[in-house]
C-alpha cells in the first residue's frame, strides 16, 4: 500500500438503516457493528468481569476510566490527518492577507497541496502550522472556526464529510463503555482544541474529557469582554511518551483501558496496561484496503512496527478491521 | 488581626449530631449549616433558575460546571497554608540526609520553624520547597506521602487535623450543587498532586476535577515498572490570570458558577461571571475571629482587597462567614 496515494484510497458505504442484531436470548447486542469471533469476545468478556461486583476483577464506577486515541482509532487519518487538512484549508482561507507566505514553508507546500511535505512533518509540523494560522484567536472564535469547518469540508476520496469518517464500531464500543458505567476519554497527539470543537458531535465526549496538544494560552479583558486567546508557543505534546504525561496530568489516576492504533500509542497501552487489576489494552489495525485502507509498518502516518511485534507478549488485543468489523462507517447521511 | 501570630488563631468546635434542618413544607434543606438570609437566599435562587427547564435561565446539566478555590475557600488557609505546613514536615523527615539544608533558604527557615519566611515566600516559594523535597518521587509514591502525613498531622491550634478543617457550609454546598446535576471543580493555586491526593475524602471531588499548580513530570520505565516521575521544574501556576487559563486548559469551556475567598481568585470570578446567561460569583468573606480568623486586605495569606472592593458592582455574592454560617466545620471526630 501507498498510504499517501490517494487513488488507492476507497471506503465502502453502507446505506439505509441497521437492523439491531440480538443474542441467543434475545438482548439487544450493545456491540452490533462488530462481528462474532476473540476480539468482540475479549472486550465483552472485560467489560463484565470490571463490573461482576462478585468477581475479583471487579472495578468501581469511579475507576473505571478508558482512554482512546484519536487518529487512526476512532476515525480515519488517512491519506493525512484531518487536522492537517484543517490547516490547510486554514491558510488559503488566510492567504491573501499574508503574501509572504508563498515563499515560507510549510505554507508554501500547504497552499500548493504539497500534502507529502506536510505529511513528513508529522503531528510537530501539523501543530507548528495551525498555531501559525491561529495565533492570536480566542479559543471560543478557534472553536467556532473549526465547527464551521467541519461543517463543509470534504475528504478528497471517501466524498463525504471528515465528520463522518468515525468508526462506527468504536462509536459503539464508548457507549457501551459508558452504559457500564465508564468514563471515556480521548488521549490525542493532535491539537486539542481542534478536537474538542468537535467532540461532543462526534463522540458523545465532553471537551472536559479530551486530552491532546496544546499551546499556550493567556487570559486578558479584550474590548471590556475577558477571553483566552491562543498564544504561538507549543505547551505540551500529547504523544508517544507524552501520551501517559498527559493522562497522568489531566486524569491524575491510572485508566483500566486503552485503545490505540500506532506506535504514537505505545508507551499509553504500556502504562494502562501495567496495572494492578484487570486491564485491555486494545491496538485497531489497519488492514482493509477494500473499506477503509491497510497501512501499518510503512506508513508515514499511524505508523505501527513495535505495537505488533509485542502486542502478544504483552497481552494486548489486535483488532482487525477486515475480520472484527462488520461494517466500518455509518451509513452516509 | 495580625494573620501570622497563631495565638490569635482560634477555633471554636461543635460537638455532637447535628439535627437535620427542614423547610416550612417539611422537605430537607440540602444546606443545614448557613445561616436564612440572603447569601443562601441567592444561592438557592440561582440553582433553581438553571434547573427549571421552563425558564429562561436553564441550564442542560452538561454544562452545569462550579470551580472552587480551595484555600480559605473550603477549607482553612491561617497561619499559613495547610500545603506549606505539608513541605515543612517533609523537609524536617528529609533533613537528616541533607545536611546541606541547615544553611540553605528556604529550607533552612522550614526547620527552624520561621514560617513568617516561608509564608512571605507565596505560593511560588511553597512550590519550590515542595518541589525540592519531591523531586524523583514518582507520582504514586508523592500520593501516598501526602496521605499518610494527612491521617496524622494536626494543626498548629486547632488541635485536630488539618483535614478535618473543611468547612461544613461548603462541603453541603458541594453536595447540593452536584444534587443537581453539577460537576464540581477545584481550581486552586495549591499543587495539583497534593490536592488530588486528598479531594475524594475531603470533598467526594476525583482528581480529574482537580486543577492546580504543577511540576512537570516524565514517563519511564522504572525496574520493569511503568511509572509517572516528577520532576524539579515548574509546569504552571494555578494563580491569578493562570485561574481562567487552567480552567480553558483542563476543563475547555466557561463554568457557570465560582466561589472563592481572595484576590488570586479575581479573575476567575471575572472570566465565570462574564456570561452568557445565568452566572454566579462568591467570596468567601473570612469575617470571623471567634470561630475561625478575620482577616482580608492585609493579610500575607489569602488577600482580598479588590474584590471587595468591586464584588458590589460585579454581581459578586460576599458570603460573611460569621453572618451567613450557622456552623463553621464539623464536629470533631
Given at each position: 500500500m501507498k498510504p499517501l496515494d490517494v487513488r488507492h484510497f476507497a471506503f465502502a458505504f453502507l446505506v439505509g438503516a441497521l437492523p439491531l442484531a440480538t443474542?441467543?436470548?434475545?438482548?439487544a447486542d450493545p456491540l452490533p457493528s462488530w462481528n462474532a469471533g476473540p476480539a468482540k469476545q475479549r472486550i465483552v468478556a472485560f467489560v463484565k468481569a470490571v463490573?461482576?461486583?462478585?468477581?475479583?476483577?471487579?472495578?468501581?464506577?469511579?475507576?473505571?476510566?478508558?482512554?482512546?486515541?484519536?487518529?487512526?482509532t476512532l476515525w480515519s487519518e488517512q491519506p493525512v490527518y484531518f487536522q492537517l487538512a484543517f490547516a490547510i484549508d486554514r491558510v488559503k482561507a488566510l492567504a491573501p492577507s499574508r503574501p509572504e507566505w508563498r515563499?515560507?514553508?510549510?505554507?508554501?507546500?500547504?497552499?500548493?497541496?504539497?500534502?507529502?511535505?506536510?505529511?513528513?512533518s508529522g503531528e510537530k509540523g501539523l501543530l507548528e502550522l495551525v498555531m501559525a494560522t491561529h495565533a492570536g484567536n480566542t479559543a471560543d472564535e478557534f472553536a467556532q472556526i473549526v465547527r464551521d469547518w467541519a461543517k463543509g469540508a470534504t475528504h478528497p476520496t471517501a466524498k463525504r464529510r471528515y465528520v463522518e469518517l468515525v468508526y462506527?464500531?468504536?462509536?459503539?464500543?464508548?457507549?457501551?463503555?459508558r452504559a457500564n458505567g465508564f468514563k471515556t476519554y480521548i488521549v490525542s497527539g493532535g491539537g486539542v482544541e481542534f478536537l474538542r470543537a468537535l467532540s461532543w458531535e462526534l463522540y458523545g465526549i465532553p471537551p472536559e474529557q479530551v486530552i491532546g496538544s496544546s499551546v499556550k494560552t493567556k487570559y486578558e479583558?479584550?474590548?471590556?469582554?475577558?477571553?483566552?486567546?491562543?498564544?504561538?508557543e507549543i505547551d505540551f505534546i500529547d504523544d508517544?511518551?507524552?501520551?501517559?504525561?498527559?493522562?497522568?496530568?489531566y486524569i491524575g489516576r491510572k485508566p483500566i483501558a486503552a485503545f490505540g492504533n500506532s506506535d504514537g500509542d505505545f508507551e499509553m497501552l504500556e502504562y494502562v496496561t501495567s496495572?494492578?487489576?484487570?486491564?485491555?489494552?486494545?491496538i485497531v489495525h489497519h488492514d482493509d484496503a477494500a473499506r477503509e485502507f491497510a497501512y501499518d509498518r510503512d506508513s508515514h502516518?499511524?505508523?505501527?512496527?513495535?505495537?505488533?511485534?509485542?502486542?502478544?507478549?504483552?497481552g494486548w488485543l489486535v483488532v482487525s478491521m477486515k475480520n472484527d468489523w462488520k461494517i466500518v462507517f455509518a451509513p452516509a447521511r
Open positions: 443474542d441467543a436470548a434475545g438482548a463490573t461482576d461486583k462478585a468477581g475479583k476483577d471487579y472495578v468501581a464506577p469511579a475507576d473505571r476510566i478508558a482512554v482512546f486515541d484519536n487518529d487512526g515563499e515560507t514553508q510549510p505554507f508554501k507546500a500547504a497552499l500548493e497541496g504539497d500534502v507529502k511535505t506536510l505529511a513528513a462506527r464500531p468504536m462509536r459503539e464500543l464508548l457507549d457501551y463503555l479583558v479584550r474590548d471590556g469582554r475577558p477571553v483566552v486567546v491562543r498564544l504561538p508517544k511518551a507524552g501520551k501517559p504525561v498527559g493522562i497522568h496530568k496495572g494492578p487489576g484487570a486491564r485491555l489494552g486494545a502516518v499511524g505508523r505501527l512496527a513495535r505495537g505488533l511485534d509485542e502486542a502478544g507478549k504483552r
